[in-house]
DNA sequence: AGCGTTGCATAACGACTGTTATGTCGTCCA
DNA sequence: TGGACGACATAACAGTCGTTATGCAACGCT
């Protein structure tokens, strides 16, 4: 049965395949061959477990973005997550960091040229800034913590570390995980 | 001689061709049959004018960022650019700026799989942000214009606007002009 | 013990890719 | 008035693409 562990185990063989791809070649790299080389094998296993490449790219990311929705938070020993460090999260901060978010970045033009992922990535959004939303409230002075307020802070932040995710990715150089962090420390203590 | 004016004239027609291209079918889609079609041409056309694809994209690309940086400003008949009216600028307020943004956007895959394209993106990135730290000097009071200070409001904004830019793009239906208008000038008041 | 099903490999399909070669007009220049 | 040259069109090249069909070995079930 399509249930069988062994059946999602290697489905998702052929996803990490999938990152390796995009991380050095981009959407315009990725083939079905190249994802198969990716995998020492040919291009049999793909279709025996993806109908077409569009449903593999979709389970692909699909599949990322829960591995980066719940993979442990690192350092913070606090225990509570706060605003800061959700935010820090989503930031390339580290090796890992930069190649799922490489692979984001790569996503948008195959999201922009089709109705089906572009849905699925505004739906990712929404449910990003709606978490964010929740920490944004136990930021905020108590006084501030009016519907528009905690809706305005949520946004300047997500498109904030968006845009710097943007330009670490592009540029590491100019961006090194100093600056990121020293840049949201700075727009945090502004926006209080 | 390569200097003639049809022969520029017809090389930025081509780009135009690209631009559309880009538009509504992605780097993806984005092939010199494709080019030439929205010609109403043939492919002899395009490598006639250009040696190859990659100078095709690189020329297009550059052209547009010319385009963007040097046409009118719209509204703001005070005449004096500033820092509100330049970041205004950039966002995808109305159809024009939504397809540039769009390409520009699409374009990222590219850059991040060749080299050559990456490093046009980092130093275009690195042109506007100190057109953007020139206005943010004008734009903070005159005890906190220290260079650190100015840095940071500058790559602050330049990161915000970079992401609301994208968000806008990926779902312009979350992202109406008024919300994005709203958004800049609430972290505009934020940071001073 | 036989048999269907799973898990692949191999090969082929037509379509499409960037690039190159060749042909064919018209225009300008001597 | 011929002849080079620019501006394309046409066609072909070898390669890659997503997808489909077929083959085959191993394994579980009865």
């Known amino acids: 049965m399509t249930g069988s562990d062994a059946y999602r185990q290697r489905r998702e063989d052929v996803a990490a395949a999938v990152w390796r791809v995009l991380d050095h070649a981009g959407f315009a790299g990725l083939s079905m061959r190249a994802v198969a080389r990716e995998l020492d094998a040919t291009t049999g296993i793909v279709t025996h477990y993806f109908p077409s490449?569009?449903?593999?790219t979709s389970f692909a990311l699909e599949l990322l973005a829960q591995r980066s929705a719940t993979r442990a938070r690192p350092a913070t020993a606090k225990g509570t997550a706060d605003l800061r460090s959700a935010l820090l999260d989503t930031l390339p901060l580290d090796?890992?960091?930069?190649?799922?978010?490489?692979i984001w970045i790569s996503s948008w033009d195959a999201a922009l040229a089709d109705v089906h992922h572009a849905a699925e990535h505004a739906d990712r959004?929404?449910?990003?800034?709606?978490?964010v939303a929740g920490l944004v409230v136990e930021f905020l002075p108590e006084g501030e913590?009016?519907?528009?307020?905690?809706?305005?802070?949520?946004?300047?932040?997500?498109?904030f570390v968006l845009g710097l995710t943007v330009q670490a990715v592009l540029d590491p150089a100019a961006y090194p995980p100093e600056r990121q962090i020293a840049l949201l420390d700075g727009l945090l203590s502004d926006l209080v």
Do not use: I
């Not at 090796?95 to 490489?102: D, H, I, L, Y």
């Not at 913590?145 to 300047?156: M, Q």
């Open 125 to 131: 959004y929404r449910g990003s800034r709606a978490k």
């Open 95 to 102: 090796a890992a960091s930069q190649t799922s978010n490489r």
């Open 145 to 159: 913590r009016d519907d528009e307020r905690v809706d305005r802070v949520t946004e300047t932040l997500h498109s």
């Open 53 to 56: 490449k569009r449903e593999l």
